[in-house]
């Protein structure tokens, strides 16, 4: 019933800069928290950026400075702008978010992903 769709991934140069979007659809009583995170090959799955219970951000430390996560909560939307890109930033991004539905229970939900490649 719901449903994460993303977009705005592509291949780069590095130092150019892209804007993934996630848009979140279906009987949303209330997103708790919603973010993105990124699995590179050969890596584990990591936190880029989220947004908290309580409204704040948190940024992993290798994208601070260059990475910002914005939401506009009247479309249930999440972006995440990201400059300076580097090689290291390629990877596959994933939209998160835990919800409640209604008439079901909190839960974590998952976009498809969206590929970012940073070439040299």
């Known amino acids: 019933q719901v449903q994460l769709v993303e977009s705005g991934g592509g291949l780069v140069q590095a130092g150019g800069s892209l804007r993934l979007s996630c848009a979140a659809s279906?009987?949303?009583?209330?997103?708790?928290?919603m973010g993105w995170y990124r699995q590179a090959p050969g890596k584990q799955r990591e936190l880029v950026a989220a947004?908290?219970?309580?409204?704040?951000?948190n940024y992993a430390d290798s994208v601070k400075g260059r990475f910002t996560i914005s939401r506009d909560n009247a479309n249930n939307t999440v972006y995440l702008q990201m400059n300076s890109l580097k090689p290291e930033d390629t990877a596959v991004y994933y939209c998160?978010?835990?919800?409640?539905?209604?008439?079901?229970?909190?839960?974590?939900?998952w976009g498809q992903g969206t590929q970012v490649t940073v070439s040299s």
């Open positions: 998160n978010a835990n919800l409640f539905v209604y008439g079901s229970s909190w839960s974590d939900y």
């Open positions: 279906g009987n949303i009583f209330r997103i708790n928290t």
């Open positions: 947004f908290t219970s309580g409204g704040r951000t």
